[in-house]
């Protein structure tokens, strides 16, 4: 799957310039030939568009981090993107419901249903060692049957045993009986096709589904439909409650267009692929990993990510400089606010800070609102007027106000409390930390500074 988009994705690549700074004109071709190498790969329009905006628009807004090339750069934010339109998280199978639980395969006819039953069977056998009981609701075509029991044999696990002239929903009602006495944990069930979506068959399947209440009712899917199979999957889900979907035949599939475009067209996350016609031949989905085999460029992944680390690292020691020299604008303020949100936010900090973690377990999420309320107000100001809090007039307060969805008096709160702290600040690179005295602090608190802190 994907080898013509990982082809055309590498060429792009390689074509961009190893160092120096990408323009904007160099930015806009590599995306021409993305885009271009996306609709080839038969991802929908719609997607394809969303992604080249998301890219872009990243790609300017980056601040250009030391040691990472720009074409490094494109890179990762092309893999992220990758990863997002192919579902970001890995998503999970439920098999832990009440015993016997039951999941449901559904699709079209071909599309691989009692294949992929049975390889799922196995997968959740061997993976989970769960009891498990396998039933052919597939009464329309001939020897539908006697498929699932060849393959049943094969991997060691029980089938429900044929009862000539039974309805799909009959059948149904057996299984679960037959499961509970027989202490199973886990009822798969194959059910019956059509060459198109039909209202019966849809009918059939919301019968099925009122009797069985499945905790998963996958969707198998012909990769090699393509954008058809989008469509099927709309279909579906319109009807009935589809948790999830297993994208079939991915080993015949050079575009995977399909794959690209499920997620986000119907948000039905892929759970599985079907790359063969063994019975092992069934895999995770993992959008990460499958972005990483699209791009195949691994490394510069994690170089640009450890990077980015770094980045965070470098920031604060700016800062601490800044500091030592007494200036603290509102940048600085903004820049604190946002370090504490990486660490979880107030109320994960003060847990670590001896006899605060009373004070931490309070602290709740309304702190925390705060804080993202803080930071919308410095986020309303202009550059210049973070660095120059002073020229903040009432009309600017207006306006921020109004950017951050605040009233002008939380406005002043903030200003009022940067004025504090840049004082505190300046004291304290004059004085050291006797500065605080001058404060207003508790004479007693000098006490409780080790001396080396003190400026003589
Ligand atoms: N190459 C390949 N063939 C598959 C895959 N899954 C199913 N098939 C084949 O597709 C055909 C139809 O599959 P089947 O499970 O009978 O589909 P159903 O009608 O939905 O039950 C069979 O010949 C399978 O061997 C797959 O992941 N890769
Ligand atoms: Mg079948």
Do not use: W, Y
Not at 406 to 414: A, D, G, L, Y
Not at 418 to 424: E, L, Q, S, V, Y
Request: with cysteine; proline share 3%.
């Amino acid at each position: 799957m994907f080898e013509n988009l990982s082809n055309r994705l590498q060429a792009v690549f390689s074509g961009l310039k190893k160092t120096g700074s990408i323009d904007e004109v160099a930015l806009d071709a590599a995306m021409r030939d993305i885009r271009r190498a996306l609709l080839e790969a038969d991802v929908s329009l719609d997607i394809v568009k969303k992604f080249i905006v998301e890219v872009k628009q990243k790609a300017i807004g980056q601040e250009i981090i030391q040691s990472i090339s720009p074409s490094q750069m494109i890179i990762k934010l092309v893999n992220d993107e990758l990863v997002n339109i192919l579902g970001n998280d890995t998503a999970t199978i439920n098999i832990d419901g009440e015993k016997p639980s039951s999941l449901m395969l559904v699709g079209l006819q071909g599309s691989g249903k009692t294949t992929s039953i049975a390889k799922l069977a196995n997968f959740i056998k061997i993976k989970f060692n769960k009891n498990i009981l396998l039933v052919s609701l597939d009464v329309n075509r001939p020897a539908a049957f006697e498929q699932l029991q060849i393959l049943a044999n094969n991997i060691n696990v029980e089938i429900l045993p044929k009862v000539e002239n039974q309805t799909s929903k009959n059948i149904a009602k057996r299984a679960i009986a037959v499961a509970e006495i027989n202490n199973i944990d886990l009822i798969l069930f194959d059910t019956a096709g059509r060459t198109s979506i039909d209202d019966n068959l849809m009918q059939e399947l919301k019968d099925i589904e009122k009797i069985v209440n499945p905790i998963e009712t996958l969707l198998t899917l012909d990769s090699m439909t393509g954008q058809d199979a989008i469509n099927v999957a709309k279909n579906f889900s319109e009807k009935i409650n589809i948790t999830g979907s297993i994208l079939t035949r991915v080993d015949g599939d050079a575009r995977g267009g399909a794959a690209l475009s499920l997620k986000m067209s119907t948000g039905c996350p892929i759970k599985f692929i079907g790359n063969g016609e063994k019975i092992d031949d069934i895999e995770i989905f993992h959008p990460d990993r499958i972005a990483n085999r699209i791009l195949d460029m691994g490394d510069v992944i994690t170089l640009v990510e450890k990077a980015a680390e770094n980045i965070d690292q470098l920031d604060a020691e700016k800062m601490a400089a800044r500091l030592q020299q007494g200036e603290f604008d509102l940048n600085d303020l903004l820049s604190q606010i946002n370090q504490m949100k990486k660490m979880g936010g107030i109320s994960s900090m003060l847990k670590f800070i001896p006899g605060m973690k009373k004070l931490g377990d309070k602290a709740n999420d309304a702190s925390d609102d705060a804080v993202k309320k803080q930071e919308a107000i410095i986020l309303s100001m202009t550059k210049l007027e973070r660095r120059k809090p002073k020229m903040i007039n009432s009309s600017r307060k207006q306006r921020i106000a109004k950017g951050s969805g605040t009233v002008v008096s939380e406005v002043n709160r903030i200003l009022k409390q940067h004025r504090k702290m840049a004082d505190m600040m300046k004291k304290i690179s004059k004085k050291g930390m006797s500065g605080l005295q001058d404060l207003g602090l508790p004479q007693d608190f000098n006490n409780q500074i080790p001396p080396e802190f003190l400026k003589k």
